[in-house]
C-alpha cells in the first residue's frame, strides 16, 4: 500500500509569493496533520483535520490556511511568504479522529520550500 | 505549559554498546508519549509508543521504552547499538484541549544518535 504522498518534493519562491502543498493520506486514514520543520529543529504542528473538518490549530498566524476534500486528501496554503517560512512542510495521516488518537501517525517525506 | 524536552543534542555510542535517548515532558492529564526516528531528507517513521500498561514498551528495530510517570520521563533505549541507527529521534507527547474536541501532537526538539563502529 501506498504511504502518505507530498507534493512537490521542493519548492522555491520568493517573498510575498503564495503557496499550495499537497498530501495524500494512506488509504483509509480520515485524518490529516500539517507541521513545519525548520532546520535543526522539531515539527511544530500547524493543523489537524478530521473528516473535512478542522479539529486543532498551532500558533501560526492566518496567513495559514488548510483544506481537507472528500477523498481526504488535503491542501496547506501559505500566503504572503516570509524568509522565516522557508522550511520542511510534514503531512501526516492517521486513522482515528483527535480523541481516539492514540494511534500513530503515518508521515511523507515533506515538502521542502525555500524562499529567496 | 505542556511542552516535552530532550536535554541532549546529540548521544554518541560505539556499536555494540547500549544506548539511552532522553525525553522528558509537561502534561495535563495522562499522556500519550511516542517515539519518531528521522533519517536524512525523509519524514518521520512511528518507532514506539505509551498509552497505558506496563511502563516498558517495545517498538520497532529493537528498541524500547520507559515511562516513568514519577520522574515525568520516557528515555529511548536499545541494549546494542548498531551503526545504522544512527538517524535523528523525536519524542512526542499528543496534547488535547480542554475545550474542543481537538488535539495536537507536540514534538521535542530532537537528539541526533550517531553510531561510530
Known amino acids: 500500500d501506498a504511504g502518505v504522498t507530498q507534493s512537490p518534493t521542493h519548492l522555491i519562491k520568493t517573498r510575498g509569493q503564495q503557496v499550495t502543498l499537497r498530501c495524500s493520506p494512506i488509504?483509509?486514514?480520515?485524518?490529516v496533520s500539517w507541521y513545519q520543520q525548520v532546520l535543526g529543529q522539531g515539527p511544530q504542528f500547524i493543523f489537524q483535520y478530521y473528516e473535512k473538518e478542522e479539529r486543532g490549530r498551532g500558533n501560526f498566524p492566518d496567513r495559514f490556511s488548510a483544506r481537507q476534500f472528500p477523498n481526504y486528501s488535503s491542501e496547506l496554503n501559505v500566503n504572503a511568504l516570509l524568509l522565516g517560512d522557508s522550511a520542511l512542510y510534514l503531512c501526516?495521516?492517521?486513522?482515528?479522529?483527535?480523541?481516539?488518537?492514540?494511534?500513530?501517525?503515518?508521515f511523507g517525506d515533506g515538502t521542502r520550500l525555500s524562499i529567496l | 505549559a505542556q511542552s516535552v524536552a530532550q536535554p541532549e543534542d546529540q548521544v554518541n555510542v560505539a556499536e555494540g554498546n547500549p544506548l539511552t535517548v532522553k525525553c522528558t515532558y509537561s502534561v495535563s492529564g495522562n499522556p500519550y508519549l511516542f517515539w519518531y526516528v528521522q533519517y536524512p531528507n525523509r519524514g518521520l517513521q512511528f518507532l514506539l509508543k505509551?498509552?497505558?500498561?506496563?511502563?516498558l514498551v517495545k517498538g520497532s528495530y529493537g528498541f524500547e521504552a520507559e515511562f516513568n510517570k514519577s520522574q515525568t520521563s520516557f528515555h529511548l533505549k536499545k541494549p546494542s547499538a548498531l551503526v545504522s541507527d544512527s538517524a535523528l529521534y523525536f519524542c512526542a507527547v499528543r496534547v488535547l484541549s480542554l475545550y474542543s474536541s481537538a488535539s495536537k501532537i507536540i514534538f521535542g526538539s530532537g537528539t541526533r544518535l550517531s553510531i561510530r563502529p
Open positions: 501526516a495521516s492517521s486513522l482515528q479522529g483527535p480523541l481516539d488518537s492514540n494511534q500513530p501517525q503515518h
Open positions: 488509504s483509509g486514514h480520515k485524518s
Open positions: 505509551y498509552i497505558t500498561g506496563d511502563n
